[in-house]
């Protein structure tokens, strides 16, 4: 099994709709971060959460929220997804060490 | 707050060839760390070296090595010998500092590299 796992790797949704995305990792990893990616724009930060207790917003986390239901799960929602929103998303945990980041495989999302 | 640049939005090298991707950055912090990451058409984030600031020399793992020049603020990224599998998008990527504990990555746009057989 992958040690950060994203459920679904890909989803068709429609203007207006809440949409969830789940991240879980099995790295023991206290931080975790949800990235966005755009053609031509590289990654950027949605929110991210260094504990259960703790979420911080990121560069664009307007029309997102999260929530951290255990330290191993880190869930992103577009609460009504517009088409804008159309990216790949990325689930991110880092720890301990120079290496401590591990990428999920993604979620290919496209709002319609 | 810190920036990536990496201004070569494509590149096309012959299969063999050494090739070199820019990433310059910018920052305040004293310390922080500089990854590169490589990302094929199947969309998944695959890391390839790591070069911290404090370090004096420059990292190597394989065929990939980063040239670090810490008073330039660069770290390019080279591929020696290149293969055909190294056709792939490559985004240079800083760490920098510690805020509330968490320490987040800082992307450039990418670059799209292509090997020619």
């Known amino acids: 099994d992958a040690d950060v796992t994203q459920t679904p790797r890909n989803r068709i949704t429609k203007t207006g709709k809440r949409i969830m995305l789940e991240c879980s990792q099995t790295?023991?990893?206290?931080?975790m971060y949800w990235y966005r990616q755009d053609p031509g724009l590289g990654l950027r930060l949605i929110y991210y959460?260094?504990?259960?207790?703790?979420?911080n917003k990121g560069e664009i986390s307007d029309g997102y929220s999260v929530s951290r239901q255990a330290q191993a799960k880190f869930s992103l929602s577009l609460e009504s997804a517009i088409p804008n929103q159309t990216a790949l998303y990325f689930c991110?945990?880092?720890?301990?060490?120079?290496?401590?980041?591990?990428f999920g495989s993604g979620t290919r999302l496209t709002v319609v | 707050a810190q920036k990536i640049t990496q201004t070569q939005p494509g590149m096309f090298v012959q299969e063999k060839e050494a090739v070199t991707l820019d990433c310059t950055y910018d920052?305040?912090?004293?310390?922080?760390?500089l990854f590169w990451y490589k990302q094929p058409s199947s969309g998944e984030m695959i890391f390839l070296i790591y070069?911290?600031?404090?370090?004096?020399q420059n990292a190597t793992e394989g065929r990939y090595s980063l040239n670090f020049q810490k008073a330039r603020k660069s770290a390019n990224l080279v591929i020696s010998a290149s293969q055909l599998g190294d056709s792939a998008m490559y985004f240079c990527?800083?760490?920098?500092?510690?805020?509330?504990?968490?320490?987040?990555?800082?992307f450039g746009q990418g670059t799209r590299l292509t090997i020619n057989p």
């Open positions: 991110a945990t880092s720890g301990q060490g120079k290496y401590g980041y591990t």
């Open positions: 070069q911290g600031s404090y370090d004096e």
């Open positions: 959460s260094f504990d259960v207790k703790d979420i």
């Open positions: 990527a800083m760490r920098g500092g510690i805020v509330q504990g968490a320490q987040k990555l800082v």
């Open positions: 790295k023991g990893h206290d931080r």
């Open positions: 920052t305040s912090d004293q310390s922080y760390g």
